[in-house]
């Protein structure tokens, strides 16, 4: 743990952390719809693909793999996996485009709805299934945290070379 990190953060506080901030992001997306520049639209969709992009993986990575041995809940993990990969199909697509192209709103509204729905069943059911069965959510919140910083410098800097 380095010296600026005070307190470990709970992986369940900061895994709706990331979800409250995405969400907003999203919204503010949907003000940028009808007159907002092209270069706003393409930063912002930039940063929500980079976000999804990192808490996909520390969940995939870290927490899913924690919670699949704590719940009996195969179900409710696959569904995870599954709408993990239709994000990221998403995320693929606007990757490739360009605010302006045909269904570029379109597809950040839908990658919107698709994540909303997610972080909802996670957070009422997931999350609350990860509590009940005692699963140490602090060790897994400094291991997700250490590996934020390296996917932020690994991929953030990836995103800024490709500007």
């Not at 010296?3 to 506080?13: F, G, K, M, Q, S």
């Not at 719940?71 to 990757?95: C, P, S, Y």
């Amino acid at each position: 743990m380095t010296a600026t990190r005070t307190r470990v953060e709970d992986a369940i506080d900061m895994l709706t952390a990331d979800h409250k901030r995405v969400l907003k992001m999203f919204k503010d997306y949907e003000k940028l719809k009808d007159g907002g520049s092209k270069a706003k639209k393409s930063d912002l969709a930039t940063a929500i693909c980079l976000e999804i992009t990192i808490h996909s993986m520390l969940e995939e990575e870290i927490f899913y793999p924690a919670v699949r041995k704590a719940v009996d809940d195969d179900d409710m993990m696959d569904e995870a996996l599954v709408e993990h990969a239709g994000a990221k199909d998403l995320i693929d697509q606007l990757q490739d485009m360009e605010p302006g192209d045909d269904l570029y709103d379109a597809k950040v509204t839908v990658l919107g709805e698709e994540i909303e729905h997610h972080a909802g069943e996670e957070e009422k059911d997931m999350f609350r299934k990860a509590k009940k069965a005692r699963v140490d959510t602090a060790a897994l919140g400094e291991r997700m945290m250490e590996r934020k910083e390296v996917l932020m410098e690994e991929l953030g800097g990836n995103v800024a070379a490709r500007k």
